[in-house]
């Protein structure tokens, strides 16, 4: 008996073991054959290994960064197993400037250097094999450009302020501080300090 058997879907966002050479997802597929021995129905099942080509499994992703002199570097690490190839893009969110690479490797481990920390970027990462390409992992990157703020609290007679900043630097556009005072308890006036600019 010969059957021909398709795969007319496969779930995705499952991490499937895969043959690392030819990237097919490694399977099984159990068969049942019956037959009448001396009046008796016998069944016999068999187990056999298969193998499915399909797109690479969404990849996995690893990433650290670190911002020297306003340049920012990332370290990237993805793995979407049953790739050949990895496409990674990032685009700013302030002025919308897209760079985009291509990678030929099993596994994606490099480092993205001289990116500018005037912005946060939307990083896109995905595998590819011979069957197409795998569903793709987004992320964003670009904090550590951003100062670590320190928010603390004093008082002075009747006024309560707010100070917001990197150990008394501040950073456009984050306000530095505000100022909550009253003289009694009918009349409060707020004012907020940001950029140089006093808002009352």
């Given at each position: 008996m010969?059957?021909?058997?398709?795969?007319?879907?496969?779930?995705q966002n499952i991490q499937w073991k895969r043959n690392q050479i030819t990237k097919n997802i490694i399977g099984q597929i159990k068969a049942k054959a019956g037959m009448l021995s001396g009046g008796e129905y016998v069944e016999v099942e068999k187990i056999c290994d298969i193998e499915l080509p399909y797109k690479p499994n969404k990849p996995i992703i690893q990433k650290s960064e670190e911002t020297t002199n306003g340049?920012?570097?990332?370290?990237l690490n993805a793995f979407a197993n049953g790739s050949n190839t990895y496409t990674v893009s990032y685009t700013g969110t302030k002025y919308a400037d897209t760079r985009t690479f291509i990678v030929t490797e099993d596994a994606l481990d490099t480092i993205l250097t001289n990116i500018s920390g005037n912005q946060l970027y939307n990083l896109s990462i995905y595998g590819t094999n011979s069957i197409g390409n795998s569903?793709?992992?987004?992320?964003?990157?670009?904090?550590?450009?951003?100062?670590?703020?320190?928010?603390?609290?004093?008082?002075?007679?009747?006024?309560?302020k707010y100070d917001l900043s990197n150990n008394g630097t501040i950073t456009p556009p984050h306000a530095d501080s505000v100022w909550v005072t009253t003289e009694d308890r009918t009349n409060v006036v707020l004012t907020s300090n940001a950029q140089g600019l006093v808002v009352k």
């Amino acid at each position: 008996m010969n059957n021909d058997i398709s795969f007319n879907s496969i779930p995705q966002n499952i991490q499937w073991k895969r043959n690392q050479i030819t990237k097919n997802i490694i399977g099984q597929i159990k068969a049942k054959a019956g037959m009448l021995s001396g009046g008796e129905y016998v069944e016999v099942e068999k187990i056999c290994d298969i193998e499915l080509p399909y797109k690479p499994n969404k990849p996995i992703i690893q990433k650290s960064e670190e911002t020297t002199n306003g340049v920012i570097s990332l370290h990237l690490n993805a793995f979407a197993n049953g790739s050949n190839t990895y496409t990674v893009s990032y685009t700013g969110t302030k002025y919308a400037d897209t760079r985009t690479f291509i990678v030929t490797e099993d596994a994606l481990d490099t480092i993205l250097t001289n990116i500018s920390g005037n912005q946060l970027y939307n990083l896109s990462i995905y595998g590819t094999n011979s069957i197409g390409n795998s569903d793709t992992c987004h992320l964003t990157f670009g904090f550590s450009a951003n100062p670590v703020l320190n928010m603390t609290i004093s008082v002075w007679g009747p006024t309560i302020k707010y100070d917001l900043s990197n150990n008394g630097t501040i950073t456009p556009p984050h306000a530095d501080s505000v100022w909550v005072t009253t003289e009694d308890r009918t009349n409060v006036v707020l004012t907020s300090n940001a950029q140089g600019l006093v808002v009352k």
